[in-house]
T-cell receptor, first 115, second 114 residues
Framework: DTGVSQDPRHKITKRGQNVTFRCDPI?????LYWYRQTLGQGPEFLTY????????KSRLLSDRFSAERPKGSFSTLEIQRTEQGDSAMYLC?????????????FGPGTRLLVL | DQQVKQNSPSLSVQEGRISILNCDYT??????FLWYKKYPAEGPTFLIS?????DKNEDGRFTVFLNKSAKHLSLHIVPSQPGDSAVYFC?????????????FGTGTRLQVTL
C-alpha cells in the first residue's frame, strides 16, 4: 500500500492556460475525492467518484473545472482558462465504500500558482 | 456560510500538558465528525472520529468529545508532545460516515513547546 499519490506536486502557469492534475488512489479504494485548499482555510470539497461514476459536484466547481475517473482507478482534474483565483492546493483523497466504510486518506496535494 | 468553525487559529501548550482544540458546527444533519492533522507540505492525516450517537471516543493520547445539544466537539491530547505540533482540522459529514464528503473547519495551529 503506497498511499495516495498526486502529480505534479507543484505547477506554475500563466493566466488563461489549461492545467491537468493526476491522482492515483490507494489500490482497491472505490471512492476518490477532490478538495481545494486556499491559504488560511480548510479543504473545500469539489467532487467525488465511486468507481468511474461522478456522484457529486460542488457549487464551487465552475464549468472551467472537469474531473474524470475513466477506469475507476486514477483520476484527473482539469482546469481550463486558469484564473489567479484558482491558485490553491488541490488535494485528492480515497476511501472504500461497501461492506465497510473507511476513512478518507489524503495525498500530498498539488500546489497551483496562476500568474 | 461556514458550517464548521474553529475559532482559535492557534494554540500553544507546554510538553506534557493537555491540549484542547475546539470545534463548533451549525448543520444539525451532520452525523459523523473527524479530526485530521496536517504537517506542512503534506496532505491531512486522519486522527480520530466520532459518530453522532456517541459522546466520547478515545484512541491512545487522543480523545474526542461531542456535545450535540451545543453543536460542539473538542479534541483532547494528553500528554502533548513536540511531534504533535501541526495544524488540526475538524471535519464533519452528513450521511455515509467517514467515506462521505467532508466539510472542514479553518484549522487550529498547535505548537507544543519544550
Amino acid at each position: 500500500d503506497t498511499g495516495v499519490s498526486q502529480d505534479p506536486r507543484h505547477k506554475i502557469t500563466k493566466r488563461g492556460q489549461n492545467v491537468t492534475f493526476r491522482c492515483d488512489p490507494i489500490s482497491e479504494h472505490n471512492r476518490l475525492y477532490w478538495y481545494r485548499q486556499t491559504l488560511g482555510q480548510g479543504p473545500e470539497f469539489l467532487t467525488y467518484f465511486q468507481n468511474e461514476a461522478q456522484l457529486e459536484k460542488s457549487r464551487l466547481l465552475s464549468d472551467r473545472f472537469s474531473a474524470e475517473r475513466p477506469k475507476g482507478s486514477f483520476s484527473t482534474l482539469e482546469i481550463q482558462r486558469t484564473e489567479q483565483g484558482d491558485s490553491a492546493m488541490y488535494l485528492c483523497a480515497s476511501s472504500s465504500w461497501g461492506r465497510t466504510q473507511e476513512t478518507q486518506y489524503f495525498g500530498p496535494g498539488t500546489r497551483l500558482l496562476v500568474l | 456560510d461556514q458550517q464548521v468553525k474553529q475559532n482559535s487559529p492557534s494554540l500553544s501548550v507546554q510538553e506534557g500538558r493537555i491540549s484542547i482544540l475546539n470545534c463548533d458546527y451549525t448543520n444539525s444533519m451532520f452525523d459523523y465528525f473527524l479530526w485530521y492533522k496536517k504537517y506542512p507540505a503534506e496532505g491531512p492525516t486522519f486522527l480520530i472520529s466520532i459518530s453522532s450517537i456517541k459522546d466520547k471516543n478515545e484512541d491512545g493520547r487522543f480523545t474526542v468529545f461531542l456535545n450535540k445539544s451545543a453543536k460542539h466537539l473538542s479534541l483532547h491530547i494528553v500528554p502533548s508532545q513536540p511531534g504533535d505540533s501541526a495544524v488540526y482540522f475538524c471535519a464533519a459529514s452528513e450521511g455515509g460516515g467517514t467515506a462521505s464528503k467532508l466539510t472542514f473547519g479553518t484549522g487550529t495551529r498547535l505548537q507544543v513547546t519544550l
